[in-house]
C-alpha cells in the first residue's frame, strides 16, 4: 500500500511539473507547432522549411507556449540533443507566452555565429516582436538559403498574429495547478497515515 502512495505521489510531481519541457519534435514537415502558433499558415512555414533542405541543411521549427523556466537557448539545445538531431540540422525553437527564441546550430554544421545572429537580428526577431509566429519560420528559412549562397538575409513584409496562441480566454497558470497541488498534498497525508499505520501495527504485532 505504501509503495502504491509513493507511485501515486511520483505520478502527480510528474503532473506538477511544466508542461513544455524539452519535447520530442513532431516528424510531419520538420514543423512542431504546439499551440496552433500557425494559424492556417501550415503549408506555408513547410514549404519554406523544406526549401532549405537543397542548402545542404535541414530545418526544424518548434512553437511552444514557454520554455519551462529555461533559459530559450538551454531549452532549445536540450531539445535537440533529446532528439539526436543530425550536424547539418538547425532548430529554432520560439515561446509564444515569453516572446522569446533561440537557434540551435551544430558547431560542425558550416554555420558560423555571424550568420545566426544576421538571421536572427533580420529575419526572425521582427517577425517575432510582431507576433507574426509563422513568419518566423519562413524568415528562419529564407535566411539560411541567403547565407548559404553569400547573399544578404532578407527581411520580411510586416504581418501580425496572435499575442499567444493557445492560450485560453482568461486562462492562467493557478487555476490548472492549484487543484493537482491539493491532490498531490492529499496523497501525501495518506502516504504519511499509511506509513504510521504499519509502524504502528508492527509494534504492536511485536508486543504480542
Known amino acids: 500500500m505504501l509503495l502504491r502512495c509513493l507511485t501515486a505521489l511520483a505520478g502527480v510531481t510528474a503532473l506538477l511539473l511544466p508542461a513544455e519541457y524539452p519535447i520530442e519534435l513532431d516528424g510531419a514537415g520538420g514543423v512542431t507547432d504546439r499551440v496552433r502558433a500557425l494559424d492556417g499558415r501550415e503549408e506555408e512555414v513547410r514549404s519554406a522549411v523544406a526549401d532549405v533542405a537543397g542548402e ?42 515569453e516572446g522569446a527564441f533561440a537557434f540551435s546550430v551544430d558547431a560542425s554544421s558550416g554555420l558560423i555565429p555571424e550568420q545566426i545572429d544576421e538571421i536572427r537580428r533580420t529575419a526572425v526577431g521582427p517577425a517575432v516582436e510582431r507576433h507574426d509566429w509563422a513568419g518566423a519560420a519562413i524568415g528562419a528559412a529564407r535566411g539560411l538559403a541567403a547565407v548559404r549562397e553569400g547573399a544578404p538575409v532578407p527581411s520580411l513584409a510586416p504581418s501580425t498574429g496572435p499575442a499567444n496562441p493557445g492560450a485560453a480566454p482568461g486562462s492562467g497558470g493557478i487555476p490548472v495547478v492549484l487543484p493537482i497541488a491539493v491532490f498531490a498534498a492529499g496523497v501525501l497525508v495518506l502516504c504519511y497515515l499509511v506509513a504510521r499505520g504499519a509502524r504502528g501495527g508492527g509494534r504492536g504485532r511485536r508486543r504480542k
Open 56 to 97: 545542404g541543411l535541414r530545418l526544424y521549427v518548434a512553437y511552444v507556449r514557454d520554455f519551462a523556466g529555461l533559459t530559450a537557448q538551454t531549452w532549445t539545445d536540450a531539445t535537440a540533443e533529446r532528439n539526436q538531431l543530425p550536424a547539418e540540422a538547425v532548430l529554432l525553437a520560439v515561446g509564444t507566452a
